[in-house]
């Protein structure tokens, strides 16, 4: 399912490179929307201060060293 998704992001994405050819303008837009994207339906999903405080746990260490992956995993894909 991953791969079928970022296949169609990387359409649409080049698609729209041919219209607005500012590559990094574009990339940065997609982030932008993307955050405000994921904040709201976070804020949506559970509201508490709790939930959105930042500590050092297993969470955070899981979602450092998944990040840290990513550029090895997408370099396998191409």
Not at 20 to 32: D, G, N, R, S, V
Request: aromatic residues 12%; proline residues 3%; charged residues 15%.
């Amino acid at each position: 399912m991953f791969k079928s998704s970022h296949l169609c992001f990387i359409r649409l994405v080049a698609k729209l490179l041919k219209v607005f050819p500012f590559k990094y303008h574009t990339t940065m837009i997609t982030c932008l929307l993307a955050s405000i994207q994921s904040a709201a339906i976070g804020l949506c999903i559970d509201r508490s201060n709790a939930a959105w405080k930042l500590e050092w746990n297993l969470q955070l260490l899981t979602i450092i060293y998944s990040v840290s992956l990513y550029p090895e995993i997408m370099k396998d894909d191409i």
